[in-house]
């Protein structure tokens, strides 16, 4: 049995390496990405326990990884840095990171921080439930049914969007934010992507696609689940 699965984010490929030999040693499963859009793109595919993630990225700063995460994501982070200056710390925790550990480093010390923060994830997670329109949805065992209790068929990426939106009801979601969910990154997209997306979940989800009371679209803005 999985101790959990971790994005392991490093560049420096024998430090990878050897990172991710211990941690599947220890019982977890883990995905190795050397750069920040790798990380960002293994995020947006599969759903991670903890992201363990190095600041000096060749291809972008940890520091815009862990904003994009936390822009749609509450997935727990570790920092890895070999900058021990304190404003790094703070900048990097006032974003949203969860933990810091400065190289070099022991295994232990960070087998530590990985159990600690486990244990603080299991007391605040939550099963997500949200109802839209006549659609009982839950997050958690991904599962969508009518009032007769008909199965309501969601692609992966609706269910990406969904996901986003309905763990921030009443929150406004920016495009970008999810765009970064569902596609890894938000460059170089098409701003149609998500209308499209967002027209089909409303034709499955609304009483009133056309006027829509749940999934609302703020203009120039974003996007904003409505309870």
Do not use: C
Request: without cysteine.
């Amino acid at each position: 049995m999985s101790a959990g699965r971790i994005l392991l984010v490093e560049d420096e490929k024998p430090l990878l390496r050897a990172l991710a030999m211990n941690l599947v040693a220890r019982g977890y499963a883990v995905t190795e990405a050397e750069t920040g859009t790798k990380a960002l793109t293994a995020l947006a595919d599969h759903q991670h326990d903890v992201i363990v993630l190095d600041l000096g990225l060749p291809d972008m700063s940890g520091v815009d990884v862990i904003r994009a995460v936390r822009a749609y994501a509450s997935t727990p982070i570790i920092v890895l840095s070999a900058r021990s200056g304190s404003a790094d710390k703070v900048e990097a925790l006032d974003l949203g990171a969860d933990d810091y550990v400065t190289k070099p480093f022991s295994m232990d010390e960070l087998l530590a921080r990985l159990r600690a923060t486990s244990r603080r994830v299991a007391t605040a997670d939550e099963a997500v439930t949200a109802t839209v329109g006549s659609v009982h949805i839950d997050l958690t065992l991904t599962t969508a049914t009518d009032r007769e209790g008909n199965a309501v068929h969601l692609t992966p990426t609706e269910w990406k969007i969904l996901d986003v939106l309905l763990r921030r009801p009443g929150k406004l979601v920016s495009g970008d934010a999810l765009l970064t969910a569902v596609r890894g990154s938000s460059e170089h997209t098409d701003p149609s992507y998500l209308r499209i997306y967002l027209a089909q979940l409303r034709r499955k989800l609304e009483p009133e696609p056309s006027r829509p009371r749940h999934l609302i679209t703020e203009p120039g803005m974003g996007y904003r689940y409505r309870p």
